[in-house]
């Protein structure tokens, strides 16, 4: 047996490893892809230019847009070496572009591939392959498997794949559809209108069919209403009017012509002279169209010239009235009943506090009323400190029901409670406002106000 010789030589360092590139460019619609897409061309850049030559392309493969969905795109950028790639490659993410901006954003990657360059030459390879309709992609799309060509043979082996990533093509999407038709008079539009129907087109055929409506809506037309008139006349002294006043009665000329008749009035209130023997005065005005009356119409005030000067000033006013115009003519009606009423303002320190009052209210006095809010405009003086105001019935000494009504705003808000129609009682009661904060803090405190306006507001609608 021989003896073993001495080590040789160490040999030459082999020849740097060649870079792998990929081409990515826009592909239209056509055979190769249906919506269009994206071509992806890899290869080995065999003359080492930077650039893959036609002669270099070793896979072609598409990524296309889904059928009505949003776009599916890939991004390619140069990966440094480091943990993803310890010689440096190429990062590829693919998602879908939800947005529709054409561009790949962060938010939208749904996969991550990398094709590195070869450890000790060897060249990093992608094969991209159509993948079927199934569970990785719902409605189909392309295959991309990654790795090294460890036997240098320019294909990417099975054997050889170490990253598996796939661009799925979108969701097919149906457009939602709309269909508008005329309605005639009829059980769903007493005077006509129009049906409108929605749903999705699931045949794609661009037209709502009746399989195809899911929901169905009316627009009708308002019904044709006659005009709201107002009737004002002289009160005599009497169990309406101690001292004589203004009868004020409204209604809608049903017959047209143009004169409130007897059996054409819907409500009727008085406004009453004084004891000290002051006249009632009323102010009518046009309402426009706004928060008091929807469809404009007429602000009837109403008050006591206590200063006698023959105009009803805005302290003097006692009661405000909106005879609001209804959808094409409708008639509704609104009276506002003041507490507080002008610049006035009531404060409290923590306590529960009385102020404003309205005596002698019987809500069986308003004929057609059937409903009754409280609205007050009140602001705490501290944010950490809730203020509550009620209605409270001095008659029977007790809060009414469902009034109560606070706010730790340090701005003046109006408020409005729910309707208290059936709190009240059926009696004639005298009322006020009662006003306390959530903690009491000094004597010469004040913690809230109320401040400006504060009213009932009843309604008789149509």
Not at 48 to 67: H, M
């Amino acid at each position: 047996m021989g003896c073993e010789g001495e080590q040789g030589a160490v040999g030459p360092t082999g020849l740097d490893g060649l870079n792998s590139l990929v081409n990515i460019a826009n592909e239209p619609a056509g055979n190769n892809c249906e919506n269009g897409g994206i071509k992806v061309e890899v290869g080995i850049d065999n003359n080492s230019n930077g650039t893959l030559d036609s002669n270099e392309i070793l896979n072609t493969s598409y990524v296309c847009n889904g059928v009505d969905g949003n776009s599916s795109l890939t991004t390619v950028t140069t990966e440094p070496s480091g943990d993803n790639c310890e010689n440096g490659g190429v990062k590829i993410d693919s998602g879908i572009d939800e947005n529709g901006d054409g561009t790949l954003d962060n938010t939208e990657i749904t996969a991550t591939a990398y094709v590195c360059n070869g450890i000790d030459g060897n060249d990093g390879l992608i094969k991209t392959t159509n993948e079927a309709v199934g569970t990785n992609c719902e409605n189909g799309g392309i295959k991309i498997d990654s790795g090294i060509d460890t036997n240098g043979n320019g294909s990417l082996d099975v054997e050889e794949i170490t990253a598996t990533t796939y661009v799925c093509n979108g969701i097919d999407g149906n457009n939602s559809l709309t269909k508008m038709t005329n309605e005639a008079a009829g059980t769903n539009c007493e005077t006509g209108g129009v049906k409108i129907d929605s749903g999705i087109d699931t045949n794609g055929d661009g037209t709502l069919d009746e399989s195809e409506i899911t929901a169905t809506a009316y627009v009708c037309n308002g019904i044709d209403g006659n005009d709201s008139l107002t009737k004002i006349t002289n009160e005599a002294a009497g169990s309406n009017c101690e001292n004589g006043g203004l009868k004020i009665d409204t209604g809608v000329d049903t017959d047209a012509n143009g004169i409130l008749d007897d059996t054409e009035i819907r409500a009727t209130a008085y406004t009453c002279n004084g004891v000290d023997g002051n006249i009632s005065l009323v102010n009518v005005t046009d309402e426009l169209a706004g928060e008091n009356c929807e469809n404009g119409g007429v602000k009837i005030e109403s008050g006591v010239d206590d200063n006698a000067n023959g105009t009803l000033d805005e302290e003097e006013v006692s009661i405000e009235r909106f005879i609001c115009n209804g959808v094409d003519g409708g008639f509704d009606l609104q009276v506002r009943l003041f507490l507080l009423s002008g610049s006035v303002a009531r404060g409290t320190n923590g306590p529960p506090t009385l102020g404003g009052e309205f005596l002698d209210f019987d809500k069986r006095n308003y004929i057609g009323v059937d409903s009754i809010i409280f609205s007050p405009r009140l602001k705490a003086d501290r944010a950490n400190n809730a203020v509550t105001v009620e209605l409270y019935d001095v008659t029977n000494d007790r809060v009414i029901d469902n009034t109560a009504l606070s706010t730790n705003s340090t701005d003046v808000i109006r408020m409005k409670s729910p309707d208290i129609f059936d709190d009240l009682p059926e009696e004639e009661i005298d009322l006020a406002v009662q006003m306390s904060s959530e903690n009491f803090v000094c004597d010469v405190c004040t913690t809230g106000l109320i401040q400006g306006e504060t009213y009932l507001i009843l309604y008789r609608s149509n």
